[in-house]
C-alpha cells in the first residue's frame, strides 16, 4: 500500500508532544512491512541543521491561498525506509516558535494542507491512503473531498484521521478561513465545516474523512460523552461506526534501560542495580539529598490543567509530608511554573524542577525515579506512563483514557497489576493513593519488585497497533472499491461538489 502520513511534528526532526512520537515511530514500523510510507512535516526553523543539511530539494511551486501566492520547496530525505517531506516556507514555518502565536495559525496550517495535495502529482505520488493527525492537517480530508475529488488523481484518495487530543481543535473566524482556502458559502452549514458560528479544523476532519481513529480504546468511548467530547461528542457519537481506539506504542529502541546512554547505568527487568545508580546521579545533578531510601516521585509532561496539576496544587504539603522527593520536568502555564518554582524552594532538596524541553533529563528521571505521578483529567493516550513502567518506575494515574488501558491498579486480592490508580478527579484521591504506592516502597519488597518486572517485561511495542491500523487501511481498500462499482453503475456521473455521507 501507499501510505502518506501528514502532521505538523514527528520525532527525530521536530517534537513539542506524544504526537511526534507517533509518527515518528509508527511510520518505520509500517515501512518494515513492506508498504511505501511518506510521511510530510513543515519545515520548521526548530529542526535542527544536522537534519536539515541531509535533505534535497525535490521540487517547488506556488499555492494559491486567495489572493497570495506563495513558495512552496518540498525538501526530503530518507530515514528507516521512510521517506520524509519537508514543506519548505520561510514566512509561515521559518519563525521561532512551532505554535500558538502570530495570529495566522488557520493561514499557516492551511497552507500546509493546501501543498501537501498539490505536491502529490508533482511527486508522482498517489497515495491511496492519507493518514492525517490532529488539528493541523485536519483540512486535508476535506479540502480532497470538497476541491479535489472529481480530479481523476485525486478521485480514488481515501483518508483517515487520528485525534490525538481532542481539546487542541483549531478554532478560527469563518471568514479568515475563507479568505486562505477558498471554501464556498454553502459549505458552513453545522453538517459540514460550521461549528458553533466558527471554523474548526478538526471537525473539518471529522465530518470529512473516510475513518477517524484515536489513540486508545477508552478514549474513543470518553470522547463520546459530553464531559470529555469538547463540544464534538454529538459529531462522534454520529460517527460512532467510522470511529476506532488504536492503542498507542513506544519507541522500544529508543527507550530502552538496557541500552539507553543517556542515563547513568543500564539495567534489566534480571539485574537492576544499575537504577539505584540512576537514582544517585539524578537525585545529584539535581541538587536533591542523596537518599536511597527515600521515594523518588517523577513528573514529566507539559504543564497544564489535561495533566491533572491542579491536583498536585492542591496537596503537595500533604505529598511532601511523606517524606518522599519530587522532580518535575515540563513546560507550559505559568500558574504551575509559579507553584513548582515556589515548591522547590520551600521544600530544598526534596524537589527539583526544570522548565525546559531536554530529552536527556526526561530519560534520567524515568529511569531515576521510583514513581511516576501522572492524575490526568483527560489523557488520550499517554507515553510517558508507559515509557516510566519501562525503567521500572511504578505509575500512579488517574483512570482515564489510555492511562486507563495501560495501568492496571494492583489488586493485593489476587496479586494483579502493574501500577497504582484511582477513579475521581479528586486531589485526596490522588493523595490516598500516593500513600498507598508509599507504604508499598516502604513494607513490601517483594510486591514492589514484582510490580516493576511486570512493567519492564510488559509489551509496549509498535507491532499490535500496525496491524490493528494496517487493518483500517484494508478497510478502505474496500471502500474504494465500493465506490468505484457504484461509480461505474451510474450512466452519468456527473460530480459537482462532493458532500459527506449520511
Ligand atoms: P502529550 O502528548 O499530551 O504531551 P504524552 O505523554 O503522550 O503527552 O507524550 C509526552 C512526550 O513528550 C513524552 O515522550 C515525554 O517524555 C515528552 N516530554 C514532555 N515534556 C517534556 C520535556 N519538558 N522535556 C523532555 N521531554 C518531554
Redesign the pocket.
Known amino acids: 500500500m501507499k501510505i502518506l502520513f501528514a502532521a505538523s511534528e514527528s520525532v527525530p526532526f521536530v ?8 509518527v515518528g515511530a509508527l511510520a518505520p514500523v509500517l515501512a518494515r512491512e513492506g508498504h511505501d510510507v511518506r510521511v510530510v512535516i513543515p519545515m520548521f526553523s526548530a529542526i535542527p541543521k544536522e537534519w536539515t543539511d541531509r535533505t534535497e530539494h525535490v521540487c517547488d511551486f506556488e499555492v494559491q491561498l486567495g489572493w497570495r501566492r506563495q513558495y512552496c520547496g518540498i525538501e526530503s530525505l530518507k530515514k528507516d525506509g521512510v521517506t520524509w517531506y519537508f514543506i519548505d516556507n520561510k514566512y509561515y514555518f521559518g519563525r521561532p516558535y512551532i505554535y500558538g502565536m502570530g495570529g495566522d495559525e488557520y493561514e499557516r496550517f492551511g497552507f500546509f494542507c493546501r501543498s501537501v495535495l498539490n505536491m502529490l502529482p508533482l511527486l508522482g505520488f498517489q497515495p491511496e491512503v492519507i493518514h492525517a493527525h490532529d488539528w493541523q492537517s485536519g483540512m486535508i480530508p476535506a479540502l480532497l473531498k470538497i476541491q479535489y475529488a472529481h480530479l481523476p488523481f485525486y478521485a480514488k484518495i481515501k483518508t483517515i484521521f487520528t485525534i ?2 481532542l481539546q487542541y481543535q483549531g478554532i478560527f473566524g469563518i471568514r479568515e478561513v475563507q479568505d486562505v482556502l477558498g471554501l464556498g458559502d454553502s459549505l458552513w452549514t453545522d453538517d459540514k465545516l460550521e461549528c458553533y458560528g466558527c471554523a474548526n479544523f478538526m471537525k473539518a476532519a471529522l465530518v470529512y474523512s473516510d475513518l477517524i481513529t484515536t ?1 486508545s480504546p477508552s478514549y474513543a468511548e470518553e470522547i463520546q460523552t459530553a464531559y470529555y467530547g469538547e463540544r464534538l461528542d454529538g459529531l462522534l457519537r454520529a460517527r460512532k461506526s467510522d470511529l476506532f481506539g488504536v492503542l ?1 506504542g ?1 519507541d522500544m529502541e529508543d527507550y530502552d534501560p538496557a541500552k539507553d546512554r543517556r542515563i547513568a547505568a543500564n539495567f534489566t527487568p534480571e539485574n537492576m542495580s544499575g537504577k539505584a545508580e540512576c537514582k544517585r546521579a539524578l537525585q545529584e545533578s539535581l541538587g536533591l539529598n542523596v537518599q536511597a531510601d527515600v521515594p523518588v516521585i517523577g513528573m ?3 504543564l ?1 490543567n ?2 491533572g496539576l491542579d491536583l498536585v496544587d492542591y496537596v503537595i504539603a500533604d505529598i511532601m509530608r511523606q517524606n518522599v522527593q519530587l522532580v518535575v ?3 507550559g502555564e505559568g500558574r504551575y511554573f509559579n507553584l513548582f518554582s515556589w515548591a522547590e524552594g520551600e521544600y530544598r532538596g526534596s524537589i527539583a524542577a ?6 536527556n ?3 534520567q528521571i ?1 529511569a531515576g525515579a521510583d514513581l511516576f505521578l ?1 492524575p ?1 483529567q483527560f ?7 508507559m ?1 516510566a513502567m519501562r525503567y521500572g518506575t511504578l505509575p500512579i494515574v488517574r483512570e482515564t483514557g ?1 492511562l486507563r488501558d495501560t495501568v492496571l491498579s494492583y489488586n493485593e486480592e489476587n496479586g494483579e497489576g502493574n501500577g497504582f490508580s484511582f477513579f475521581n478527579y479528586n486531589a485526596h484521591d490522588m493523595l490516598h493513593t500516593i500513600e498507598r504506592a508509599v507504604s508499598y516502597y516502604h513494607d513490601h519488597p517483594e510486591v514492589w519488585q514484582k510490580l516493576q518486572y511486570r512493567g519492564m517485561t510488559g509489551d509496549y511495542s509498535w507491532n499490535h497497533s500496525a496491524k490493528e491500523y494496517l487493518r483500517l487501511y484494508e478497510k478502505l481498500f474496500e471502500k474504494r472499491k465500493e465506490s468505484r462499482e457504484e461509480k461505474e453503475d451510474e450512466p452519468n456521473p456527473v460530480v459537482v461538489e462532493i458532500v459527506p455521507e449520511e
Do not use: W
Not at 517534537?15 to 507517533?22: E, I, Q, R
Not at 526544570?354 to 530529552?359: K, P, S, V, W
Not at 489523557?379 to 506512563?385: K, N
Open positions: 517534537k513539542t508532544g506524544g504526537l511526534a512520537d507517533v490525538h487530543n489513540v498507542n513506544i514529566v509532561g507539559r497544564s489535561q495533566k520536568l515540563g513546560m526544570r522548565f525546559t524541553m531536554d530529552h533529563l526526561a530519560h524515568y501522572m490526568s489523557e488520550p493516550c499517554g507515553l510517558s506512563q515509557i489510555g
